[in-house]
């Protein structure tokens, strides 16, 4: 985590170096280990403005099974330091589907959550990928991973539950209290507007260009330090994987899919067509919007989208 | 031409014929002990997998006989299994003798007898041979027994030996230098050459595999292919001494190859007979048999872009497997591909497999038919290897299928089970002999339908390997049929229609609906399948989709991953088969005929 000093270099550099909207979004990430009066004073001074903290559940044992360093105490300490200095545009991520978790031990942590009342919740599927510790675990059968039953079941559970407390479920992961507190920076992934990446491994996006940078620090550094901009690789998108990428991403959120894009390829009008009866998709202004089954189907409606 | 000599090794299946070649190849050291391996004329990686012949080889054996005299023996040696037989055909058709091997343990079986008819309709001298007296349980008097009252032989005539051990190998020499008549022809009159077999080659187009009947052949000849009238410059002329090797001129009774850079792969027919551009023959040789495939399928490339690919790989595979005969086929299913017929389900096999190692395509095979007849009410009659081409029912008169006499040897241990099955196949008039002590043969006459698919494989698994299938084709039988359909998503496939008998349409159904479902993988919607016969639906099945197929996390950092793998995935979705908006894979296609799907 940046130290206090780290952080006021950072933030003074940025806003010599970009012009600065008066109200912009400025987030950092955090885990509630890393904050103290100290840095959350520093936070506020600096003009950063929402808090995402990765809280990840209230159940101690699960959180010991994540390999997380914070206790549920230490999360809600946390949480009532930064509010109590006036943070009110907080955001909590969790995770479900952890193995061994109950509806009841998830359901505890969502509740935890709302008490405090979060301008944004986002709430992850454990996904147990290939060369993970987890993943040795699953192979040694020495955890059980969620089937996918019961993973849905969850996923929509919680959907409905946070929609009914007044959440908007914007995208796949994604909760927010009002659209004015959607995450406006990851917006802009979805919605494919330009976006720069600084530091080890960031990706930049402009027009129809995608780049990013040297992923270990060193590399990244001695090129700095030669006067070279750290690019590791760049891609320049065809009109073909422009379409792709905004319908994978555009599934993935609320506004979904201009139907021109997808009116312009008549196999294309046969996979809307199945996707309506299915359930995974409604038409809204002109846009194919995911429902929330559509949403758990987002890289499978991509796909046949390709 | 007095000392040459031209002979098959001929038998049936696993009689020791390639061993026997291995034996006569070793003794005239035409390869070193270090770089011999056994079945060496068996050289594609097909046959050593599975320690049969599928193709004739020829090789010239240099042999000094016990008279003082040099001769030049061409060996070929052939396959045994019946699927095969077209190779022994086209290979007697260069010879002047054979020898006819028997198992001294098995003694005569179907094949012996089969090659042996096969040789005398070409008048060839026969030397019988009784291979494997090493064995412990050879009978060499039993087996001398068959092979006068089966073969119609003289058993005095026949040599003992044992091909493994190397007894006996010298008699043999002797006997074909003495025995055998060396070829007739006359080198003086004009070049008839008979193509047996031939193989594409990139560089030197296709290399033809000759018999010189009459007159010669050397490098820088001008030839003609007589069916086809195209000329070629003579690049090359030799033998087969497991390597190819030049040879100034081939000359009549010979057997040998020509290079001539023929790279038009339709110039090249197997049967033809290549003469003088000069001075041509006046009428070519009588060529071969025609081929009479017993089971049909359809292959459709996997992406219909590999069309004209496949088209050609096809053309130059045939050069090499003169019993493959194909012509265009659609489906609406599966686009352009091509209708062949095949002397068995091994060769279909072998085509398959030979077709994506050798020349790299990705097919679609569809379920295997046999050839149904048809009368109709206006009297004609109608064939029909195609369900696709399936009559109007109400137009038919009369449904026949093909009959086989099955024979089947089992330990006496498995009688009943092995009865069951046959009958469960429609099976009828059951004999039952007692060949030996604990072994008993069964003979059953079936449809040729029921075993094409996986017959074989039920039995092996019910009598643990023991048991081994021989089948003739008898005649064809009337028989109640009707046409399966296979419906997806409640599109009709026509790639997936089957005839069947109607007793066994239901079971059938059943059976290809459960098949799919294993086949084909859950996708985003709900699929639906469904056996019916003409509309009617008969049985079902459905495949649930999956309800989940979405990463947590999508930012900055994974979008070009992600597209990336949509991008692959795409590539992969060429391998399938999209029917309404359902992927099919390869395999589907021909499951729907297996009948347990454990
Ligand atoms: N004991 C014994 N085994 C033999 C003898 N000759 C061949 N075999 C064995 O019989 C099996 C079949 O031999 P092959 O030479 O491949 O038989 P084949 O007739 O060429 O078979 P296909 O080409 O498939 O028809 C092998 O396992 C050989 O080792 C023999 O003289 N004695
Ligand atoms: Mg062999």
Same mark, same amino acid.
């Given at each position: ?124 599927? *454990?996904?147990? %990928? /290939? =060369? ?6 699953? $192979?040694?059968? +020495?955890?059980?991973?969620?089937? !996918? ?101 555009? *599934?993935?959120? %609320? /506004? =979904? ?6 009116? $312009?390829?008549? +196999?294309?009008?046969?996979?809307? !067509? ?33 | ?598």
């Amino acid at each position: 985590m940046l130290n206090r000093h780290h952080i006021e270099i950072l933030m003074e550099t940025v806003c010599r170096v970009f012009p600065v909207t008066s109200g912009a979004e400025v987030t950092i990430e955090a885990n509630p280990d890393d904050i103290d009066p100290v840095k959350i004073k520093t936070f506020k001074e600096h003009g950063i403005n929402r808090l995402s903290l990765g809280i990840q559940s209230f159940h101690d044992g699960e959180l010991s099974f994540l390999k997380r360093r914070h206790t549920s105490g230490e999360a809600e300490r946390a949480i009532i330091l930064a509010k109590s200095h006036g943070f009110e545009n907080i955001g909590i991520d969790l995770i479900f589907a952890i193995p061994g978790q109950t509806k009841n031990t998830w359901h505890m942590s969502l509740e935890k959550a709302l008490s405090f009342e979060p301008a944004h919740i986002s709430c992850y599927a *454990l996904t147990i %990928e /290939e =060369g993970t510790p987890f993943n040795l675990l699953k $192979s040694q059968k +020495r955890i059980k991973p969620f089937s !996918e039953k019961k993973e849905v079941s969850f996923y929509l559970h919680t959907s409905q539950y946070l929609r009914d407390r007044g959440y908007i479920h914007y995208e796949v992961s994604n909760f927010a209290k009002g659209p004015k507190y959607y995450s406006r920076h990851n917006r802009r992934y979805w919605q494919r507007k330009p976006y720069l990446g600084l530091g080890p491994s960031a990706h930049s996006f402009k027009e129809k260009d995608r780049w990013w940078n040297i992923k270990s620090i060193k590399g990244y550094m001695d090129s700095l330090a030669r006067g070279i901009k750290p690019v590791e690789a760049k891609e320049t998108l065809t009109e073909e994987q422009i379409r792709l990428e905004s319908i994978m991403l555009g *599934l993935r959120t %609320e /506004e =979904g899919v201009d139907l021109g894009v997808i009116a $312009s390829i008549p +196999r294309y009008q046969e996979i809307l !067509e199945n996707l309506l009866l299915s359930g995974y998709v409604e038409i809204k202004d002109g846009r194919a919007v995911p429902t929330v089954k559509g949403y758990l189907m987002a890289d499978g409606i991509a796909y046949l989208f390709s | 031409m007095k000392q040459i000599r031209n002979f098959s090794i001929i038998a049936h299946i696993d009689h020791g014929k390639s061993t026997l070649a291995d034996r006569l190849i070793q003794y005239t050291h035409l390869v070193d002990e270090r770089q011999f391996r056994n079945q060496i004329l068996d050289t594609m990686d097909i046959e050593r997998e599975r320690g049969i012949t599928i193709k004739s080889q020829t090789v010239n054996l240099p042999y000094n006989a016990k008279n003082g005299l040099y001769y030049e023996l061409n060996l070929i040696d052939t396959p045994g299994h019946v699927d095969f037989s077209y190779e022994v055909s086209r290979a007697l058709a260069s010879c002047e003798g054979v020898l006819l091997l028997v198992d001294a343990s098995q003694g005569v079986e179907a094949q012996t007898l089969a090659n042996l008819y096969a040789a005398m309709e070409h008048n060839l001298t026969i030397i019988p041979v009784i291979n494997k007296i090493d064995l412990p349980s050879a009978d060499i008097e039993r087996v001398k027994v068959e092979i006068d009252h089966e073969l119609g032989l003289d058993a005095d005539s026949a040599l003992l030996c044992s091909a493994k051990e190397g007894i006996g190998i010298e008699d043999i020499f002797e006997a074909i230098v003495e025995r055998i008549p060396p070829p007739s022809g006359d080198v003086d009159k004009p070049l008839t050459a008979l193509i047996f077999d031939a193989q594409y080659d990139s560089f030197r187009g296709t290399i033809v595999s000759c018999r010189i009947f009459d007159g010669s052949v050397r490098q820088g000849d001008t030839i003609r292919l007589m069916s086809t009238g195209a000329q070629y410059k003579v690049e090359e002329v030799g033998i087969f001494r497991l390597k190819m090797e030049p040879k100034k001129e081939l000359t009549a009774g010979m057997v040998g190859y020509i290079i001539a850079g023929i790279k038009t792969v339709s110039d090249t027919r197997i049967g033809d007979t290549i003469t003088h551009e000069m001075n041509p023959a006046p009428k070519p040789l009588p060529g071969f048999k025609e081929v009479k495939p017993v089971v049909f399928s359809s292959i459709y490339p996997v992406s219909s872009d590999d069309y004209q690919s496949l088209a050609e790989a096809l053309e130059k595979y045939k050069l090499n497997d003169a019993a493959l005969v194909y012509q265009k086929d659609s489906s609406a299913a599966l686009g352009q591909g091509f209708r062949c017929g095949f002397l068995g389900l091994l060769h279909l096999e072998i085509v398959q497999e030979r077709l994506e190692r050798e020349f790299d395509q990705s097919i679609i095979m569809t379920a295997p038919s046999v050839q149904y007849r048809f009368t109709l009410s206006d009297g004609s009659i109608v064939q029909v290897d195609n369900p696709i081409y399936y009559p109007d029912p109400a137009q038919i008169k009369k449904s026949e299928e093909p009959y086989i006499r099955a024979s089947i040897m089992i330990p006496e241990r498995y009688v009943g089970p092995v009865m069951k099955l046959c009958m469960e196949r429609r099976g009828v008039n059951s004999r039952m002999n007692y060949p030996g002590p604990g072994r008993v043969e069964l003979i059953f006459d079936m449809p040729l339908a029921e075993v094409i698919f996986d017959f074989y494989d039920r039995l092996k698994s019910i009598t643990q390997g023991y048991g081994s299938f021989d089948y003739e084709i008898v005649d064809y039988r009337e028989s109640d049929l009707v046409k399966l359909d296979i419906l997806v998503n409640g599109e009709k496939v026509d790639a997936l229609s089957m005839i069947v008998h109607r007793e066994r349409a239901r079971d059938r159904a059943v059976k290809a609906c459960e098949s799919l479902k294993e086949e084909i993988p859950r996708q985003q919607f709900k699929i639906a399948i469904q056996g019916a016969i003409g509309g009617k639906i008969i049985a079902r099945s459905t495949i649930n989709p999956y309800r989940k197929d979405v990463t947590a996390k999508c930012y900055g950092g994974d979008i070009t991953r992600k597209r990336k793998l949509l991008e692959k995935q795409k590539k992969g979705k060429k391998r399938m088969k999209v029917v309404g908006s359902v992927e099919i894979p390869q395999s589907a296609f021909m499951a729907v005929l297996r009948t347990d799907t454990e």
